[in-house]
């Protein structure tokens, strides 16, 4: 790159890369910092992806292969004592609900894409650049480093997650279910509409995860199947197991002047800005559309305005901080619901479940927003 870079990106994961590929595509200068990584273990992460997040990788020409992107075509959600909900991509009249994509292709397509973009530069630290964008997840040394406040609400809980072969088809069909211990079992579709793989995001006790990655295979495929209410019949694990804390978060500042650097400035994004309860899928999601945001008020800016600008920045900050906080509220407030079993309370969810699912008008507005289209 013969003249500086404009925008240096801190973290080089899927928000990273993506906000890089976007920044690059309006003709700015980015330097994309990549750590050396080490060899570590299985990536078995699974993502849910919407339609808003599916339409900005398309355009970036970083969308996975059909056999690393499953189209979910229902969603069943069951509660605790009958309650349950069922979403339909054929009712909403789209090809469907989200996407579940194998996280090791998502990254290589941007990965791909990025070494073919000669906008950007590949750096191995953090250069100086009138904007620094931080994308380096919930635990950013920089974040901290820059005296921002991280407000984290922990849960009581662990994710538990590993990938399992069923003895049934899943059908393209994302199934979930809440127990009356606040517990939330979750079997997204892999391999295809008609692949018998699926991802698990078990949200158990914090006392229990350790169990559960303890116990043998034999012992572990029993507990998931009966939890599953043998839906797909008998599930078997294909992966390791792996488990993490659960928290929702959300920094006190998104945009800001680097300390001791006279017109520079600095911003959030992705996990480094806000984590929600991973219930509903959307935590990626809120990190694409981050990207999306930054990019779109940079590429609208006046030509004297520099990517800079602390305007420019809040304008960002403000766009998305009421969506965040739209969906992690939403996301608690399910969470919460289903971890109290006082009184009438599980008969009255239950119901309000069952009454939903006969609400067409409003399952139908409220799958629209988890799929990103707005109108």
Same mark, same amino acid.
Request: charge should be positive; charged fraction near 20%; hydrophobic fraction near 45%.
């Given at each position: 790159?013969?003249?500086?870079?404009?925008?240096?990106?801190?973290?080089?994961?899927?928000?990273?890369?993506?906000?890089?590929?976007?920044?690059?595509?309006?003709?700015?200068?980015?330097?994309?910092?990549?750590?050396?990584?080490?060899?570590?273990?299985?990536?078995?992460?699974?993502?849910?992806?919407?339609?808003?997040?599916?339409?900005?990788?398309?355009?970036?020409?970083?969308?996975?292969?059909?056999?690393?992107?499953?189209?979910?075509?229902?969603?069943?959600?069951?509660?605790?004592?009958?309650?349950?909900?069922?979403?339909?991509?054929?009712?909403?009249?789209?090809?469907?609900?989200?996407?579940?994509?194998?996280?090791?292709?998502?990254?290589?397509?941007?990965?791909?894409?990025?070494?073919?973009?000669?906008?950007?530069?590949?750096?191995?630290?953090?250069?100086?650049?009138?904007?620094?964008?931080?994308?380096?997840?919930?635990?950013? =040394?920089?974040?901290? &480093? #820059?005296?921002?406040?991280?407000?984290?609400?922990? @849960?009581?809980?662990?994710?538990?997650? %590993? $990938? /399992?072969?069923?003895?049934?088809?899943?059908?393209?069909?994302?199934?979930?279910?809440?127990?009356?211990?606040?517990?939330?079992?979750?079997?997204?579709?892999?391999?295809?509409?008609?692949?018998?793989?699926?991802?698990?995001?078990?949200?158990?006790?914090?006392?229990?995860?350790?169990?559960?990655?303890?116990?043998?295979?034999?012992?572990?495929?029993?507990?998931?199947?009966?939890?599953?209410?043998?839906?797909?019949?008998?599930?078997?694990?294909?992966?390791?197991?792996?488990?993490?804390?659960?928290?929702?978060?959300?920094?006190?500042?998104?945009?800001?002047?680097?300390?001791?650097?006279?017109?520079?400035?600095?911003?959030?994004?992705?996990?480094?800005?806000?984590?929600?309860?991973?219930?509903?899928?959307?935590?990626?999601?809120?990190?694409? =559309?981050?990207?999306? &945001? #930054?990019?779109?008020?940079?590429?609208?800016?006046? @030509?004297?305005?520099?990517?800079?600008? %602390? $305007? /420019?920045?809040?304008?960002?900050?403000?766009?998305?901080?009421?969506?965040?906080?739209?969906?992690?509220?939403?996301?608690?407030?399910?969470?919460?619901?289903?971890?109290?079993?006082?009184?009438?309370?599980?008969?009255?969810?239950?119901?309000?479940?069952?009454?939903?699912?006969?609400?067409?008008?409003?399952?139908?507005?409220?799958?629209?927003?988890?799929?990103?289209?707005?109108?």
């Amino acid at each position: 790159m013969a003249l500086p870079p404009e925008v240096c990106i801190r973290g080089a994961g899927i928000v990273g890369r993506t906000l890089a590929l976007l920044l690059a595509r309006e003709r700015v200068r980015v330097a994309l910092v990549v750590p050396p990584t080490a060899q570590g273990k299985q990536d078995i992460r699974a993502y849910a992806l919407n339609t808003a997040s599916r339409t900005l990788l398309e355009s970036l020409r970083a969308w996975p292969d059909a056999a690393h992107a499953t189209p979910v075509r229902e969603m069943l959600v069951h509660g605790d004592e009958g309650g349950r909900v069922q979403f339909s991509a054929a009712r909403q009249k789209v090809d469907a609900l989200a996407w579940i994509v194998d996280v090791p292709a998502l990254e290589q397509q941007l990965a791909d894409a990025v070494r073919f973009q000669p906008q950007i530069e590949v750096v191995a630290e953090p250069v100086p650049a009138p904007l620094t964008v931080v994308c380096e997840g919930k635990a950013s =040394a920089t974040r901290e &480093a #820059l005296g921002v406040s991280y407000e984290v609400t922990r @849960y009581p809980q662990h994710a538990v997650a %590993a $990938r /399992l072969e069923a003895e049934q088809s899943h059908d393209g069909i994302a199934r979930q279910w809440f127990n009356d211990k606040g517990e939330v079992l979750a079997l997204l579709p892999l391999g295809g509409t008609h692949g018998k793989t699926v991802a698990l995001v078990w949200s158990v006790d914090q006392l229990r995860a350790p169990a559960l990655l303890a116990q043998g295979d034999d012992e572990f495929n029993a507990a998931v199947t009966e939890a599953s209410h043998g839906a797909l019949g008998a599930l078997k694990l294909a992966s390791e197991r792996a488990a993490w804390p659960l928290a929702r978060a959300i920094a006190d500042r998104w945009t800001g002047a680097m300390p001791g650097q006279p017109n520079r400035s600095w911003a959030l994004a992705g996990d480094a800005a806000h984590t929600v309860h991973p219930l509903a899928g959307q935590g990626l999601n809120l990190g694409l =559309a981050d990207a999306a &945001a #930054l990019a779109e008020v940079i590429k609208t800016r006046d @030509y004297w305005r520099s990517v800079g600008d %602390a $305007r /420019l920045l809040r304008r960002y900050e403000r766009a998305r901080r009421a969506d965040v906080l739209q969906m992690s509220l939403a996301t608690d407030g399910l969470q919460q619901l289903f971890s109290h079993n006082l009184g009438p309370l599980p008969a009255l969810r239950n119901w309000g479940m069952r009454g939903f699912d006969r609400t067409r008008l409003v399952k139908h507005w409220i799958t629209a927003q988890a799929m990103g289209l707005k109108a």
